[in-house]
C-alpha cells in the first residue's frame, strides 16, 4: 500500500503511535509505581484544605491491614479518619500462622465492627478470616 495513499500522512502515522506509546508506557509505570511505593500516611494526619484533594480522595479506596492484636482506640481515631477523608475503608484482620492469638481473627473483625457501630463511619468494610 502506497503510504501516501492513506488519509494520515505516513510521518503522522509514526508521531501517533509513537505518543500512544509514550502514553501508555507512562499510565503502566504510574500504576506500577503505586502499588510497588503506596503513599504512607504518619501521625499527625495531613489535612486537605482544597477541594479539589478533597473530592478526588472520596474517590478513592483504602486498605487499613493489620492483626489488630488487640483492637485499640488508636485503631478507631485511624479509622475514623480515614473514613471521613475517603471514600471506602476496607479493613483487612489478618494473621501470622506462626504466632498464637488469644482471640481469633473471626473474633478481632467482629470487635472492629461492634466498635465502628457508635461511629458515623458507614463506608468501612470489615474482613476477617
Known sequence: MD??????PYPWRT??????????LYKVSRLVGDILFPT???YPWPTSSDYKSQKRD???????AGSFNPVHLGHLAMLRYLAERYGKVIVVVGMNP?????VSPYHRAELIRK???DTPASNVQVEGT
Open 15 to 24: 508521531t501517533i503511535a509513537a505518543a500512544v506509546g509514550v502514553t501508555v
Open 40 to 42: 504512607i500516611l504518619s
Open 3 to 8: 503510504p501516501s495513499s492513506s488519509f494520515w
Open 115 to 117: 466498635m465502628l457501630k
Open 58 to 64: 472520596k474517590k478513592m479506596t483504602v486498605v487499613l
Open 98 to 102: 506462626n504466632k498464637k492469638y488469644p
